[in-house]
């Protein structure tokens, strides 16, 4: 149980475009889900917390009109990289908050290459 | 406040011996304490977690963790090492008290030699 699922799973574009990327939480449902950022060898860091139906909450230095979120149902949420940037290379790992306890449920990540 | 170290960035073992990776917390309230693993371009895989239960907590893959409050340690042990084990190890605190706020270590590499 608890799958997640991320599409795509890599993505390589070209500078000034815009990628979405795709969350699934594919056998429960969740109201709060996270957007996390992974350089290489280096540990996650959390870009975003979302509610369902809430415009979500940014971390500080997380740019809320380059990095756009829609979490439009309980079971499906989306992030938006506009005009991607080579410096916006990345792992992007979304993550569902379910369970009692509650624990994440993390998808199988992005990797994203901008040219 | 929370915190999160994990003292060890990588830990090298031979196939078949035991496996230390080392995890010291902080927290202002009862945390949640949780292992991932990551394999090279994979998601994280919950491995097991701590909430209040028995503190000794038994995880999938073989792998089992202890909690030690007195310590504020949350340290991950296995047996007896495999290659497959060869990933990147988290330690995680979640505190759901005040707002959930997750903290993540830094992670531990840890390599399985033939």
């Known amino acids: 149980g608890a799958v997640v699922s991320q599409h795509p799973s890599r993505v390589i574009c070209k500078s000034g475009t815009s990628v979405k990327i795709e969350c699934r939480s594919l056998?429960?449902?969740?109201?709060?889900m996270f957007w996390y950022r992974q350089f290489p060898k280096q540990s996650l860091m959390l870009m975003a917390t979302s509610n369902e139906g809430s415009k979500a909450t940014y971390e500080q230095g997380v740019e809320k009109d380059k990095f756009l979120i829609n979490h439009a149902s309980l079971t499906l949420s989306t992030l938006t990289v506009t005009s991607a940037h080579p410096e916006d290379s990345s792992f992007y790992i979304c993550?569902?908050?379910?369970?009692?306890?509650?624990?994440?449920?993390f998808g199988p990540g992005t990797r994203l290459l901008v040219l | 406040a929370q915190s999160v170290t994990q003292l060890d960035s990588h830990v090298s073992v031979s196939e078949g011996t035991p496996v230390l990776l080392r995890c010291n917390y902080s927290s202002s309230y009862s945390p949640s304490l949780f292992w991932y693993v990551q394999h090279p371009n994979k998601g994280l895989q919950l491995l097991l977690k701590?909430?209040?239960?028995?503190?000794l907590v038994k995880g999938i893959n073989g792998f089992e963790a202890e909690f030690k409050k007195s310590e504020t340690s949350f340290h991950l042990t296995k047996p007896s090492a495999h290659m497959s084990d060869a990933a990147e190890y988290f330690c995680?605190?979640?505190?759901?008290?005040?707002?959930?706020?997750?903290?993540f270590g830094a992670g531990t590499r840890l390599f399985v030699k033939a």
């Open positions: 701590y909430t209040s239960a028995a503190t």
């Open positions: 056998d429960f449902q969740a109201t709060t």
């Open positions: 995680v605190v979640s505190e759901s008290t005040g707002g959930f706020k997750t903290i």
């Open positions: 993550s569902w908050r379910a369970g009692v306890p509650e624990t994440q449920y």
